[in-house]
């Protein structure tokens, strides 16, 4: 049976190329026609998690960062905590950001070891790469004005987790793709 189809194929090969012409035409037709509209957005069918996902609305979080800090004089002194309360302040009137500030629950948020380190946790809505990565800048430009060091010698130190934070370099093989 392949054998005559072959041989079909050769002697009629005009024809049989128009045929794949018009299939390869008629298929990127349809595909124009359908469009372009991909999404990546997750859709819940109806059901308890889409009710849970319903009530929680803007709550929840498209990823999760935190502001880490040392001070040297100890995370609940007068001086370290006038500095930082202004900069949660800042960052939680920022659009979809919610903080969970360590000044509001120190006994989970602050070093009992040690006293010296705290971290308040960021929950930040969905958003694109470009639009995390323009909040980040934003959180750190707004963490500018926090001081460094204070009257009695001791100082503050700020660092930044979490993928919202992190430096996003185009690895070389895509490059070479």
Same mark, same amino acid.
């Given at each position: *049976? +392949?054998s ?6 050769? /002697? ?14 008629? $298929? @990127?037709?349809?595909?124009?026609a359908?469009?372009?509209n991909?999404?990546?957005q *997750?859709q ?6 889409k009710e849970?996902?319903?009530l929680?609305?803007?709550? %929840?979080?498209?990823a999760t960062?935190?502001i880490?800090f /040392?001070?040297?004089?100890g ?6 905590? !006038?500095?930082?309360? &202004?900069? @949660? ?7 979809g950001?919610?903080?969970?500030? &360590?000044?509001?629950s120190?006994?989970?948020?602050? !070093?009992?070891? =040690?006293?010296t380190? $705290?971290?308040? %946790?960021?929950?930040? =809505? ?6 995390f *990565?323009? +909040?980040? =800048?934003?959180i ?6 926090? &001081? /460094?060091?204070f009257p !009695?010698?001791s =100082?503050?130190? +700020?660092?930044y $987790? ?6 996003f370099? +185009?690895p070389?093989?895509?490059a070479?793709?």
């Amino acid at each position: *049976m +392949l054998s005559r189809l072959a041989r079909y194929c050769v /002697r009629h090969r005009r024809l049989v190329l128009g045929i794949w012409i018009a299939i390869f035409v008629g $298929g @990127f037709a349809a595909a124009g026609a359908a469009g372009t509209n991909f999404r990546t957005q *997750m859709q819940l069918p109806s059901g308890e998690a889409k009710e849970v996902f319903d009530l929680l609305g803007d709550q %929840r979080g498209g990823a999760t960062a935190e502001i880490v800090f /040392r001070a040297s004089g100890g995370a609940e002194s007068t001086e370290v905590q !006038d500095a930082l309360t &202004p900069l @949660f302040e800042e960052v939680a009137k920022l659009e979809g950001v919610l903080i969970a500030s &360590p000044y509001d629950s120190p006994a989970t948020q602050i !070093d009992a070891a =040690t006293g010296t380190i $705290g971290v308040a %946790r960021l929950t930040i =809505t969905e958003r694109t790469q470009e639009e995390f *990565m323009t +909040l980040a =800048t934003e959180i750190k430009d707004l963490a500018k004005v926090v &001081p /460094r060091e204070f009257p !009695d010698g001791s =100082t503050l130190n +700020l660092e930044y $987790g979490g993928n919202v934070f992190g430096e996003f370099e +185009l690895p070389a093989s895509e490059a070479l793709g």
